[in-house]
């Protein structure tokens, strides 16, 4: 099989060299992911901030309420989202007994850990182990991670959910595999997009978001120039509608969509009507907020959007992956960018799918774009992988955007040096230097210690970096950029955010474990 970047794919049958490498991949995935989230652990709790509380609430009430279709938190209001995220959660808090913070995030935790390696097998798929590899890493490393890796809402969950069915749909559309499999990719697919129904917005979100990919990117191909070269305007644009026309049809034959669409209503509408003849105007109510008032930005309460554009917002929060994303479009000629013979148009397509319908949405969130991470992670990697396999030839954008691939680690590094260095002396900083260092009030002992070290992790990811990038081994500038945001998010998660320095949320925490 062929990958987006024209090398060979995977043998279905890897030898044992290769068996080595991709458990090796996964350990590193694994481990990475659970420094991310070990770190979100350790900082002091923000249970009661981003809507937390709510699901925290709805699970609760599953749990000790039995209210399995239609989940209402321990003040008797309606869980806002979908049923998913309660259900899996429930069992464990049955189970064990404990109600913490840990309990309260376990089916983020784990989403977070399934996407990695949802992220790893695609990128394997598309353009080999390397480019993998890198993708999972600047997935998991992304700069907002630290939030939503361990947040107790249903972002990551749906974000699980719209990976596996954009997978299944790769394996339908794009990237067939054998005839004998595709029912079983077919089924993967509908059950996912029900599951991710059942998550968040029963519908509204994930199924125009996969739609809007898989109509995008199988409507593109060769054949359009012969078309469009017709003598008469009319008669080339009738042609390139049949085109497009005929390739969606051959995409809805091979998604099954006669059958996994009525199978994807008919679970959807039975568990709405359901909801509705338990939850009455209640549910109605709530109905009416989270997608009416969303969709039309009018209402009693009508959401607020960030003042930001969403590509600019995702630029932002995927940081190092959206910037190596960047350096691949300058890789690529702008006319292949959204060709089937370019090596980035799945991805491109993925995140045009995701980023424009929530750019018209009102109350729109950056959390909202968490499903497109991972194409942005997957072109970042290709980027890096593919400027390191030109080593400089092809012109001269390339030593230019060696030097700019090794900046993020460059920067990074740095600035874990300066800022923890400044946090550890802020009792010897000036006054008009220390207003602008604000400390925590409560720091926990080891807290301390690990920021000493980062200041020498900073140091390792500047040499490592500089190091890397004069042998043009880019892969590892880009592998020091994510350990150096391993630093970034302990220094942000244990010193500069609201919740460290007001440190509320460890109080409530505290409170709710005594009153408990």
Known sequence: MKTLSGQTGPAMNEPAV???????????????????????????????AYAQRWQAGASIGVAQGGN????????????????????????????????????????????????????????????????????ACLWIAAHHMVRLAYLGTTDMLLTLWITCSIMCVDRLVFHPAARRNRKWWACGLW????????????????????????????????????????????????????????????????????????????????????????????????????????????????????????ILTLMYYALP???????????????????????????????????????????????????????????????????????GRGGTLLPVLRHAFAAPAVIIGEGLVVIASAYLLHRHLPPSLAKLLPVPAEVRGESWWILGSVIVLGLGVVAWAIRSSLRWKLGQVAFAACVGMVGVMFVYSHFVSRHDRTGDGEKMRRFAQRTR
């Not at 008797?76 to 429930?90: C, N």
């Not at 913070?101 to 784990?110: E, I, K, N, S, Y």
């Not at 097998?121 to 590899?133: D, P, Q, T």
């Open 18 to 48: 290769a068996r080595f490498y991709t458990r090796r991949d996964v350990i590193i995935i694994v481990l990475l992911t659970a420094a991310v989230i070990a770190i979100s652990a350790h900082a002091p709790s923000n249970t009661y």
């Open 68 to 135: 399995w279709l239609l989940p209402r938190n321990q003040a008797w209001g309606l869980a806002r989202k979908g049923p998913l995220y309660a259900w899996l959660d429930a069992p464990v808090l049955m189970l064990t007994g404990i109600y913490d913070d840990f309990t309260f995030r376990l089916p983020t935790v784990a989403a977070a850990l399934a996407t990695a390696l949802c992220v790893y097998v695609l990128g394997r798929w598309w353009y080999g182990r390397r480019v993998a590899l890198l993708a």
């Open 321 to 391: 992956a959206s910037f190596f994303a960047l350096g691949g479009l300058l890789l690529v000629r702008p006319s292949a960018w959204l060709t089937r013979k370019g090596p980035i148009y799945l991805p491109l397509c993925w995140v045009i799918a995701v980023v424009v319908p929530f750019s018209m949405a009102h109350g729109f969130r950056p959390d909202y774009l968490l499903p497109c991470y991972a194409p942005v992670a997957l072109m970042g990697a290709w980027a890096v992988d593919n400027l390191a396999r030109r080593q």
């Open 191 to 310: 059950v996912s997009m029900i599951l991710g129904a059942l998550t968040k917005g029963w519908g509204v979100v994930n199924l125009p978001l996969v739609a809007g990919m898989t109509a995008l990117a199988a409507a593109l191909g060769p054949g359009f120039e012969a078309h469009a070269a017709a003598r008469r305007p009319g008669n080339a644009i009738l042609l390139i509608m049949r085109l497009i026309l005929r390739r969606w049809w051959n995409a809805i034959k091979a998604i099954r969509l006669w059958w996994g669409l009525p199978a994807f209503a008919a679970v959807t509408a039975l568990m709405v009507w359901g909801m509705f003849a338990v939850g009455g105007k209640d549910f109605r109510e709530l109905v009416y907020f989270e997608v009416i008032q969303r969709a039309t930005g009018r209402g009693e309460h009508p959401p607020v959007s960030p003042s930001a554009p969403a």
